[in-house]
T-cell receptor, first 112, second 112 residues
Framework: NAGVTQTPKFQVLKTGQSMTLQCAQD?????MSWYRQDPGMGLRLIHY???????DQGEVPNGYNVSRSTTEDFPLRLLSAAPSQTSVYFC???????????FGQGTRLTVV | GENVEQHPSTLSVQEGDSAVIKCTYS??????FPWYKQELGKGPQLIID?????GEKKDQRIAVTLNKTAKHFSLHITETQPEDSAVYFC???????????FGTGTSLTVIP
């Protein structure tokens, strides 16, 4: 049972480039979400989804897009990367009616 | 929106001593309060949680207390061990596993 899998683990982008952070879960969880983790600021919610075809914004959504075409996958897109998006990104999933969120191992993104 | 504050930001204890981490939250509607442990290079992992209809919960050496009136909750680790060294995050949620508001984290070091 793989749980929540994020790819890539590390990425360096140039300002203005685009990329997609991948997140997949094999637990058939309805809920999926993306957080960014910055020093001294904890984890902040970027976008979340309560099921396939449904997404919504979190605390810090600007500069990021998401889609949820399947239950398993929840990719995070950066359309035009900026240095302020340098961070560690975590994907999480949870089951409807439950509370525990399961986190992936994270993607460390550097924008230069 | 919800605002979660966490103290202290760093904590060093001798092996065998107790450690206490405190959090406050602002939204009285929050009713689920998990604690996550994050080891270096890994994603956060749930260690204990508490719901608003419970005042205290214990799991072996770990306990969490909740005071809804004062809007604060605390993590207590007794008989600390070197493997307890990690960053601990508190969080608050509105009865969902999908949208967490995290504290800024506490880096706990247990000195052998």
């Amino acid at each position: 049972n793989a749980g929540v899998t994020q790819t890539p683990k590390f990425q360096v982008l140039k300002t203005g480039q685009s990329m997609t952070l991948q997140c997949a879960q094999d637990m058939n969880h309805e809920y999926m979400s993306w957080y960014r983790q910055d020093p001294g600021m904890g984890l902040r919610l970027i976008h979340y989804s309560v099921g396939a075809g449904i997404t919504d914004q979190g605390e810090v959504p600007n500069g990021y897009n998401v889609s949820r075409s399947t239950t398993e996958d929840f990719p995070l897109r950066l359309l035009s990367a900026a240095p302020s998006q340098t961070s560690v990104y975590f994907c999480a999933s949870a089951t409807w009616g439950g509370h525990e969120a399961f986190f992936g191992q994270g993607t460390r993104l550097t924008v230069v | 929106g919800e605002n979660v504050e966490q103290h202290p930001s760093t904590l060093s204890v001798q092996e065998g001593d107790s450690a206490v981490i405190k959090c406050t939250y602002s939204d009285s509607a929050s009713n689920y309060f998990p604690w996550y442990k994050q080891e270096l290079g890994k994603g956060p992992q749930l260690i204990i949680d508490i719901r608003s209809n419970v005042g205290e919960k214990k799991d072996q050496r770990i306990a969490v207390t909740l005071n809804k009136t004062a809007k604060h909750f605390s993590l207590h680790i007794t008989e600390t061990q070197p493997e307890d060294s990690a960053v601990y995050f508190c969080a608050a949620s509105l009865n969902t596993g999908n949208q967490f508001y995290f504290g800024t984290g506490t880096s706990l070091t247990v000195i052998p």
